[in-house]
């Protein structure tokens, strides 16, 4: 019989991703590396034969080394990027080491039992109907996906289509309502449901970015036929979020169905002070969420949600011959998301949420939107520096003065000193027209003494 050697690559992995996390607080932002020296670095032959596990482990992480981001830093503001606390990478190990196919009930009870109580949880923190069913699927872009193929099955139901046999060649069009500032990602899930983008009529905001209720109204009376409504909580330039109780107020009198894509706002719910900020988000029909924002979870963790079960199995359930599915009482992960094999992804969830609490869940929230705030009051002591947004979350979007007057060219120069600066890290937008610098603050290790280091690194850059 043939004993692999476990123990030398995985204590050598456990040993680097440990020095690597300690190393985040003094490391510099920003990859190293340019794609030339790291196909240098990576690169050559195909092997003919194997190589031992731990020389590859090694050379693997010392070669890439300089072309990681480090996202995970508490003074990485880009995108809206999560950190993962210890005991959710630590879960995502075991789900790696486990290597369970969490697909069916029968292939491992344990996954699907753990996104079961996992699922219960986050109903209850979010405040979510209690029966919403789950799905874990890879990120906001597939919950919205699945959330708005649930809402194709129920609004093509309705008017008596059953698109899941008929498919959408004959079936009554449906009209698609999203504020004009909404995340791509919604545009490219009606791509993939067919439904394509003109389907979308465009729904005006307002200065920050939400849409406007009376712009829906005005919609909702032109359009006829089977509706669907997205909305947003969070906008992921300026963290606005849209008035969800008006919206659900006319969408569900015009018969329609609501979906919010609250990526990362939605965990604002779990915050009692910040809750009332999202009034209304309880009564949509579906929700999609990410677990790698604020959660804190490691990549390829989206949560979709549905008040209307029914749709969501009817969208994405699969029955096959060789399966064994729905034993009485159990519960197949695969007839909530659109994967069939698939990562354990709920135990790095469970992990979280329970290392957390549900305290500790708001505190990361409310503490990076606290920091957001002193951002940007540290930021705007400049007369140089101009915040376009109200700070409402954790997003907050910079604008340079330039002493020449060209405030765009100047705004995106000073984001690029500053990723060479290599302090903290964020990138530029487009606003309303203007180039900005956009500081998102999503992770859970970022505090005071990372805003004052970040907010010398951009002074020392304006003033270069
Ligand atoms: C991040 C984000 C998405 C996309 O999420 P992924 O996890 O990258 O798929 C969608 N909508 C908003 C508002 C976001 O912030």
């Known amino acids: ?16 991703a440990s020095e690597y996390l300690a190393g985040l607080p003094a490391r510099l932002l920003g990859p190293e590396a340019t794609a030339e020296s790291l196909r240098k670095a990576l690169g050559g032959q195909l092997p003919d034969h194997g190589e031992d596990a731990s020389t590859v482990v090694r050379e693997l992480a010392t070669a890439a080394d300089s072309g990681l981001l480090p996202g995970g830093s508490g003074r990485f503001f ?18 790696t080491a486990w290597d369970q196919n969490a697909g069916l009930h029968a292939a491992s009870p344990a996954a699907a039992v753990v996104e079961e109580v996992a699922g219960d949880w986050l109903k209850r923190l979010l405040g979510l109907p209690d029966q919403a069913s789950v799905g874990f699927v890879t990120g906001a872009q597939m919950a919205s996906f699945t959330g708005l193929a649930a809402a194709r099955n129920h609004v093509l139901a309705r008017a008596g289509w059953d698109v899941e046999r008929s498919g959408l060649v004959g079936a009554p069009p449906i009209t698609i309502i ?34 406007r209720a009376d712009a829906l109204a005005d919609a909702l009376r032109d359009v006829s036929g089977p509706v669907v409504v997205c909305a947003q909580v969070g906008n992921v330039n300026s963290g606005a979020i849209d008035p969800v109780d008006q919206i659900c107020d006319l969408a569900h009198e015009a018969g329609a169905w ?30 999609a969420t990410d677990a790698h924002k604020w959660l804190s979870v490691p990549f390829d963790s989206g949560l979709v949600f549905s008040a209307h079960p029914e749709a969501h199995t009817g969208a994405m359930s699969i029955r096959a011959p060789y399966l064994i599915h729905d034993q009485e009482g159990h519960r197949d992960p695969l007839d909530y998301n659109p994967e069939f094999s698939r990562r354990a992804r709920g135990f790095a969830v469970y992990a979280a949420l329970r290392a957390l609490g549900r305290s500790g869940v708001a505190d990361v929230v409310e503490r990076c939107c606290g920091l957001a705030r002193l951002f940007a009051d540290k930021l705007a002591e400049s007369s140089q520096v101009e915040i376009l947004n109200d700070v409402v979350l954790n997003q907050v979007l910079v604008r340079f003065l330039d002493p020449n007057g060209d405030h765009d060219a100047f705004t995106r120069q000073l984001v690029s000193r500053v990723q060479r600066d290599g302090t903290c890290w964020m990138s530029g937008t487009t606003w309303r027209g203007m180039s900005a610098m956009r500081i998102s603050v999503c992770n859970w290790t970022t505090d005071d003494e990372d805003i004052d280091r970040s907010v010398a690194a951009i002074m020392r850059c304006l003033q270069s």
């Open 1 to 16: 019989m043939h004993v692999p050697d476990w123990n030398g690559p995985l204590q050598l992995a456990s040993r680097l």
């Open 78 to 95: 880009g995108f809206v990027f999560g950190g993962a606390t210890p005991a959710a990478i630590a879960a995502d190990w075991l789900a």
């Open 178 to 211: 999203a504020g004009d500032q909404r995340h791509d990602t919604i545009d490219r899930a009606l791509r993939f449901l067919g439904l394509g983008t003109d389907s979308i009529t465009s729904v005006a905001s307002d200065d920050q970015g939400r849409m």
């Open 258 to 287: 609501v979906h919010i894509d609250g990526a990362f706002g939605l965990w604002a719910l779990s915050s009692p002070r910040l809750r009332p900020l999202l009034e209304g988000v309880q009564r949509a029909d579906s929700w």
